[in-house]
């Protein structure tokens, strides 16, 4: 997804591949946007220079690969949290493995990534499984507390020394529950949340 495809009308989320696409690629959005944006802000005047550095570009593709994983299991947590609140008991069970699974089948919908290697992106995957099984293990978070875990694994990954960047862990966590949020209002804005109930509850295993 581009960056302004975020600004346009946004489709009706009201089947599963409707909401796998709404998955991919707002995990993508949240977790690009504040590597570049962090990154242009630290740089300041000197950002376009840094954006044309190979350098630069090499440690941002990894980072963003590396942090990809981890916007799929915060905006995965949303997703199955706002579903849980909208599905019976009985169903709850059902509705939490779809999205798990939906979640998994993004994240192997994409190629082993040349800046990472497969045996990093066989590790990134059991470690977003491992995360997506835990989030049944509590009740639903407020979502401004779901980013929590998440942030200083995605502060460590910002490709900007760790000297210029030493005070800005409460910018980065601030950013992520921002953005998780607005990802939240828009999903419950824009999902028929019956019919995907409905749709994770009988699709087949």
Not at 23 to 43: H, L, M, N, P
Not at 62 to 71: E, I
Not at 181 to 186: A, Q, S
């Amino acid at each position: 997804m581009g960056f302004f495809d975020i600004f346009r009308r946004p489709r009706p989320v009201n089947d599963i591949e409707a909401l796998a696409t709404f998955v991919d690629e707002r995990s993508a959005f949240v977790t690009q946007k504040g590597i570049y944006e962090f990154s242009r802000a630290r740089a300041g005047h000197y950002a376009k220079v840094l954006f044309r550095e190979q350098e630069f570009l090499d440690a941002a593709e990894k980072s963003r690969w590396v942090a990809f994983p981890l916007g799929l299991a915060r905006v995965g947590e949303v997703v199955e949290g706002v579903l849980r609140r909208h599905a019976r008991d009985e169903d709850q069970p059902a509705v939490r493995d779809g999205v798990v699974r939906l979640v998994m089948d993004v994240f192997d919908n994409y190629p082993v990534p040349a800046a990472l290697g497969a045996p990093a992106w066989r590790d990134a995957r059991v470690e977003l499984r491992r995360r997506l099984d835990g989030v049944s293990l509590h009740p639903v978070k407020l979502v401004k507390d779901v980013p929590e875990p998440f942030a200083r694994a995605y502060y460590d990954l910002m490709p900007i020394h760790e000297k210029l960047r030493a005070a800005e862990f409460p910018t980065i966590r601030n950013y992520m529950r921002v953005t998780l949020v607005n990802v939240h209002d828009e999903f419950v804005a824009g999902a028929d949340l019956p019919a995907l109930v409905g749709a994770l509850r009988d699709a087949p295993i």
